[in-house]
């Protein structure tokens, strides 16, 4: 199964692009990133996935590396309500999801 | 409007008293699955399912039991409660095809065992 590494938190500036990082040099070549938030005490919420192309939605852009070995979630225009924890999640061949300790993201006033 | 829902949102309960938490979904989705959060530990898979009378253990199976005799609902029994099953517990479901679909995840439910 692939791990993932997350910086264990975050800040930026209300407005500005919020770009979270995360680490999966093990990954294996039918695994996709997928990308979930969790506010405060809340469900965790999907926002993303991708397997080697870029991709976008109306929440946000993952950027993965050529290589796979790391991804990037973009949020362009951050505000407060995009506080929460940033979870970087690799499928593995189970089909079962394991989440690690995520990203905590501040978006500062 | 799709969701997950899970009941109670919270409950108080007493050491060895049985208790069932109940999910429900109205997506038609074949996989669901149970997780616990604790401080510190992060979110932990309990159960999951794969289909109607389909069901494995996670990752914390020990303590819990589920069933899947319909498609929408995935209960949580908890036969005899202990204090370190006090948690906060989401059910989740998703699509067959896992890797092209998200997971949605209910509300949660915050569990005391006194």
């Known amino acids: 199964d692939a791990k993932t590494t997350q910086p264990t938190s975050m800040d930026c500036a209300e407005g500005r692009a919020a770009n979270l990082p995360c680490n999966h040099s093990t990954i294996s070549g039918n695994e996709y990133v997928y990308w979930y938030r969790q506010i405060h005490s809340q469900g965790p919420q999907y926002i993303i996935h991708g397997l080697k192309n870029n991709e976008t939605n109306e929440m946000a852009s993952l950027i993965i590396t050529e290589d796979r070995k790391s991804s990037t979630l973009i949020l362009p225009h951050a505000t407060l309500r995009d506080t929460a924890v940033y979870y970087c999640?690799?499928?593995?061949?189970?089909?079962?999801?394991?989440f690690g300790k995520g990203t905590r993201l501040h978006i500062l006033p | 409007e799709a969701q997950v829902t899970q009941n109670p949102r919270y409950l108080i309960t007493v050491t060895g008293k049985k208790l069932t938490v109940t999910c429900s979904q109205n997506m038609n989705h074949e996989y669901m699955s149970w997780y616990r959060q604790d401080p510190g530990l992060g979110l932990r898979q309990i159960y999951y399912s794969m289909n109607v009378e389909v069901t494995d253990k996670g990752d914390v199976p020990e303590g819990y039991k589920v069933s899947r005799k319909e498609k929408r609902n995935f209960p949580l029994i908890l036969e005899s409660p202990s204090p370190n099953q006090t948690s906060l517990y989401f059910c989740?479901?998703?699509?067959?095809?896992?890797?092209?679909?998200?997971?949605?995840f209910g509300s949660g439910t915050r569990l005391t065992v006194v």
């Open positions: 989740a479901s998703s699509s067959q095809g896992l890797r092209d679909y998200g997971y949605t």
């Open positions: 999640i690799i499928m593995n061949r189970d089909d079962k999801i394991i």
